[in-house]
């Protein structure tokens, strides 16, 4: 993979300007890792080798073990590796990550107000948008994971 140009340095403030929302979500109360393994699981849908690769590291960091992370694509038949909390941030940040497919359908809605207040639903869905965006980022411009260049 060769990287097609460093967003970073060509467009700097628009860069900070994410950061700047990264920076809102760490703060935002929402613990930093369901918004790990939120953001993995973004990453996963929508195939963004950095990201997968840094956010893995950071999880890994953070502890979480092996069998946690193997089965973060398959959370659903995770059982009691996944709280009800990480259960819920996980269903909403596919739904939102797949909107032009979900609609983000009303029972979705339902079902992660029933587990964040509004203020902690907005902040994961600043944290999913966020991913998204960086997401694109990295796949547009071909970021090369850590992975690769240590290899």
Not at 64 to 70: D, G, H, P
Not at 134 to 150: D, G, H, V, W
């Amino acid at each position: 993979m060769t990287r097609r140009l460093d967003y970073n340095q060509v467009a700097p403030n628009g860069a900070k300007a994410l950061g700047g929302v990264y920076g809102y979500v760490l703060q935002s109360g929402l613990p930093g890792e369901l918004v790990d393994l939120v953001y993995l699981r973004i990453s996963q849908i929508n195939n963004c080798a950095y990201c997968l690769d840094m956010h893995t590291r950071e999880l890994i960091k953070r502890g979480v073990k092996i069998e946690k992370l193997a089965l973060v694509q398959a959370w659903e038949e995770g059982g009691s590796l996944f709280s009800g909390e990480e259960r819920a941030a996980l269903a909403w940040a596919e739904t939102v990550t797949l909107v032009a497919d979900t609609g983000v359908p009303d029972d979705e809605y339902k079902a992660a107000r029933q587990v964040f207040d509004e203020k902690q639903l907005v902040d994961l869905t600043i944290a999913i948008s966020l991913m998204n965006s960086y997401n694109r980022m990295a796949i547009s411009f071909r970021n090369t994971p850590q992975a690769l260049l240590e290899a």
